[in-house]
């Protein structure tokens, strides 16, 4: 397979990851693996040698097909056991804090909830791995991973986490629904200047028909682009004070309530309550359920939302499409990059076998398989990337490519994964903004409040 040409994609991702290292600089570090003796506990006494390592992942099916590489991993190395821990997504953070406390931490996760790899750094959660990469000789390029992102999750020249998927935002759409509306597709190149966020708001009512018979209403867009808090860079508004990347994730400034981030807002809850090109929550509900996907139900005609929307796009009911996210006045900043990586936790009684663990799901023949097992899950290695291209029935993979390096190219890493107590500010945005979405509350109204209590939560 060709290898993906990636150094002008990762361009801004390495600025990204030079922040996150400047960001994280002036934090204590983790134990290292020297401090750490393996195997030394009743499991591998009772056992002949034989150990246990618990890798903690989130109960959805593409996550839990590691256990289905779990009986290859072991033919491998039969002095290792791999158990793998599940809990649901929201009860994710809570639950490996409890398993923490109780002693019973497991060897491998990744920030799978709400909280980030700054709030897991922060906590000194997280083995230092330096010197079972230098035991190893452990190379990022023998696995086919770009410089650019183990550096995401090096601190101080100590490697903390290696990278194992990569998730951008980008754009799906309906080819069907386009085609009923006699609109052309929207493109899949990151350079085309001709697609902006007014232009997909013009397509988008085109595609819009709102009907007091719910089976007969659909929708030209639905635009959720990152988590709340975040989604004013995408038209150029900072939030979070410049400190924030230099201050181990704690910015000593918001700026929630300024009037930049406020018509920020209001350009994007405006898809909703003025435009009406959007749905709201209630109807998203009604028609795909409670956690479901409105677009899914092939009523939407664009979705921007983060990549793992496209895994499922081969069992969709229509002709699925694959677009740049439109330019929304950020220069920088079209995408969101969630880099998930692989994480030693401090209170792993086996690091070295953890790390043996980990090598094997990042390994080229591995990366490649799980594209598959996961129901597509993006790699980083960038051997494995070129099969993923491919991936989905019916979309052309040079236009997944495209969009793929683009959004790299634009992006930067995901607020959740740079601001430490994250969890707690993403459950205070949904419940303050909820108002909003149902027209009760305007933005105005809602922000100062919102403002008052992210620095509540960053200043505990």
């Not at 953890?354 to 790699?379: C, H, M, R, T």
Request: charged share 25%.
């Amino acid at each position: 397979m060709k290898k993906i040409r990636i150094k002008k994609s990762f361009t801004l991702l390495l600025a990204t990851s030079m922040l996150v290292v400047l960001a994280l600089s002036g934090c204590s570090g983790g134990k290292s693996a020297g401090d750490v003796v393996p195997g030394n506990d009743g499991d591998s006494a009772n056992s002949g040698g034989q150990v246990t390592i618990t890798h903690y992942t989130i109960d959805s099916e593409d996550r839990t097909f590691i256990e289905k590489l779990v009986p290859d991993f072991e033919a491998q190395h039969p002095n290792i056991k791999v158990k793998v821990e599940k809990a649901p997504y929201e009860q994710f953070d809570s639950k490996l804090q409890t398993l923490i406390a109780g002693g019973k931490s497991p060897d491998v996760t990744s920030h799978y909830g709400y909280g980030g790899f700054a709030e897991y750094y922060n906590k000194d959660m997280l083995l230092d791995m330096n010197d079972m990469i230098k035991e190893d000789g452990f190379k990022a390029s023998d696995y086919s991973i770009p410089d650019d992102l183990m550096k995401i999750y090096t601190v101080k020249d100590h490697v903390y986490g290696i990278p194992v998927n990569m998730y951008v935002s980008l754009m799906l759409y309906n080819k069907d629904m386009f085609d009923a509306a006699n609109v052309p597709y929207p493109p899949s190149d990151y350079e085309d200047k001709s697609w902006t966020f007014d232009k997909m708001v013009e397509d988008a009512k085109q595609m819009t028909h709102v009907s007091s018979d719910i089976a007969k209403t659909q929708y030209g867009v639905d635009f959720t682009w990152s988590e709340r808090d975040m989604r004013p860079l995408y038209f150029g508004a900072e939030p979070y004070s410049e400190d924030t990347w230099t201050n181990g994730g704690v910015p000593s400034e918001t700026h929630f309530d300024s009037p930049e981030v406020i018509a920020a807002y209001n350009k994007l809850f405006n898809l909703i309550l003025k435009d009406k090109v959007s749905p709201t929550t209630e109807w998203s509900k009604s028609v795909a359920g409670q956690n479901g996907d409105a677009f899914v139900t092939g009523k939407v005609g664009m979705t921007v939302s983060g990549s793992w929307s496209l895994a499922g796009s081969n069992d969709f009911p229509f002709k699925v499409g694959v677009a740049a996210v439109p330019a929304g006045g950020n220069d920088k900043v079209r995408s969101v990059l969630f880099v998930d990586p692989l994480l030693i936790l401090k209170g792993s009684k086996h690091p070295k076998e953890a790390f043996e663990w980990i090598k094997y799901l990042v390994s080229d023949e591995i990366q490649e398989k799980s594209i598959e097992l996961s129901g597509g899950n993006p790699p980083v290695n960038t051997k494995a990337a070129e099969t993923y291209y491919k991936h989905f029935d019916g979309i052309d993979p040079a236009d997944v490519k495209k969009v793929y390096e683009g959004a790299v190219k634009y992006g930067f890493e995901s607020y959740n994964h740079l601001i430490t107590h994250y969890s707690q500010i993403n459950d205070m945005f949904i419940n303050e903004m909820q108002p909003i979405d149902t027209g009760h509350s305007t933005v105005e109204e809602v922000m100062p409040t919102i403002q008052k209590k992210v620095m509540e939560i960053i200043n505990r």
